[in-house]
């Protein structure tokens, strides 16, 4: 019996601590892009990014190859609350 499917998915760093305030980071899901342009995307190797949210101060990030802040789902939670 041969198992091959760990092989496909990259291992996931230890979750990160916040930046802004130091809590651990709660890992939310993990997306696989290439990263670039569509018309690059064919050379480009393609990487897991790691989204994670603070549940201390709330604030969203994602990490590919640094860890990063992501206005986009910031904005989506920060709706979400109101
Ligand atoms: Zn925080």
Same mark, same amino acid.
């Given at each position: 019996?041969?198992?091959?499917? /760990? /092989?496909? !998915?990259? %291992?996931?760093?230890?979750?990160?601590? @916040?930046?802004? @305030?130091?809590?651990?980071? !709660?890992? !939310?899901?993990?997306?696989? /892009?290439?990263?670039?342009?569509? +018309?690059?995307?064919?050379?480009?190797?393609?990487? %897991?990014?790691?989204?994670?949210?603070?549940?201390? @101060?709330? +604030?969203?990030?994602?990490?590919? +190859?640094?860890?990063? %802040?992501? %206005? !986009?789902?910031? +904005?989506?939670?920060?709706?979400?609350?109101?």
């Amino acid at each position: 019996m041969t198992s091959v499917s /760990s /092989s496909d !998915v990259p %291992p996931r760093p230890d979750d990160p601590d @916040c930046p802004d @305030c130091g809590e651990t980071l !709660v890992h !939310v899901h993990t997306e696989i /892009s290439s990263g670039a342009f569509r +018309t690059q995307a064919a050379s480009m190797p393609e990487l %897991p990014i790691h989204f994670y949210d603070c549940p201390a @101060c709330g +604030t969203c990030w994602k990490f590919a +190859t640094r860890l990063l %802040p992501d %206005p !986009v789902r910031q +904005t989506i939670r920060d709706a979400e609350q109101r």
